[in-house]
């Protein structure tokens, strides 16, 4: 009788042990969930201010350089279409020496510019200094220098300006996030950017994101320009294309909302890091054109195991 009154204190001893063992596990586990909901809500809430979208989703992973094709349509108020087509080959120089990147293009289109090339090289803000660029002209047969005297001045004769497709830092320019517009059911994250110096171009822009299938999906699809008065000035749509793991354009209409005028660029053909080197942004690459360019290298085809 002694013996099963022990046992039954022992068995009643261990469920009360395995019970508050089961109570700690269900609190540490019920902690652990709030903390990760809390880090989850700070990191929501840090990334939804204007500079935490604008680093997240105005800045993406371009490739380390680019080859492909590049097409530029320039639309009159009267409705005339211009177009010029490119190889076009682009390298990311990370900031060595104060260079942010550099860029070539070689006229396909149209035939009696063929031969003609275009060299860019752009500068990190820290730098201070305009972009420096260079065409070369098969007809007399030189290479020009063409300055850049303001930041404002258009880009290929396009509604783009070298400001515009250039590298602005974050910190030169107040952001503000302004809430979701949702429009057809598809919602946009809008942030409201205005310029801190004294005689801007621009008096704000405002940017629209789409955040994808997560964070790190986002992107800027649209870009609203006012002049420093406040008022509309024109309107950029962008469409991308993920090539392997870089995002790049893949078509970017900019419409002028004064003058009725619009340029729509093209990129297609697309190739990212693919080894071009730092001495092939020269000016001989710019005479003798795109056939200095090494060819890609050829993929292997992965063979397929052999049955027996």
């Not at 009360?16 to 903390?35: G, K, P, T, Y």
């Not at 993406?60 to 010029?84: A, C, H, W």
């Not at 996030?177 to 057809?184: A, E």
Request: charged letters at 30%.
């Amino acid at each position: 009788m002694l013996k099963q009154e022990v046992l039954s204190q022992y068995i009643m001893s261990s469920w009360r042990r395995s019970q508050f063992a089961a109570r700690e596990l269900s609190m540490l586990l019920v902690i652990l969930l709030l903390l990760l909901v809390g880090q989850s809500l700070q990191a929501a809430e840090e990334l939804l201010t204007g500079e935490g979208l604008l680093k997240q989703c105005a800045s993406k992973y371009p490739g380390e350089d680019q080859r492909s094709r590049f097409t530029v349509l320039l639309r009159d108020s009267k409705g005339n279409v211009k177009k010029s087509e490119y190889l076009r080959i682009w390298k990311d120089f990370k900031g060595r020496d104060g260079v942010a990147d550099k860029m070539i293009l070689f006229t396909i289109f149209p035939p009696e510019a063929k031969g003609a090339s275009f060299m860019r090289v752009g500068y990190v803000p820290a730098v201070n200094k305009s972009v420096d660029q260079w065409i070369y002209l098969p007809v007399l047969k030189k290479i020009r220098r063409v300055s850049i005297r303001n930041p404002s001045d258009s880009f290929l004769n396009s509604n783009l300006t070298y400001a515009d497709v250039g590298e602005r830092a974050l910190e030169m320019d107040t952001h503000k996030y302004l809430g979701v517009r949702d429009i057809k059911g598809k919602q946009f994250h809008i942030v409201e950017s205005t310029p801190k110096e004294a005689n801007p171009q621009y008096g704000k822009r405002v940017f629209w994101f789409t955040q994808g299938e997560d964070w790190s999906q986002c992107v800027n699809v649209r870009i609203d320009y006012y002049d420093p008065e406040g008022k509309a000035l024109k309107e950029q749509f962008i469409k991308w294309q993920q090539v392997d793991e870089a995002w790049v354009w893949d078509r970017v209409l900019v419409r002028n909302v004064r003058t009725k005028t619009a340029s729509m660029f093209q990129i297609s053909g697309v190739a990212i890091n693919t080894g071009l080197e730092d001495g092939l942004f020269s000016e001989r690459t710019l005479i003798k054109g795109p056939a200095v360019v090494p060819e890609l290298p050829v993929k292997k085809k992965e063979e397929k195991p052999v049955v027996k």
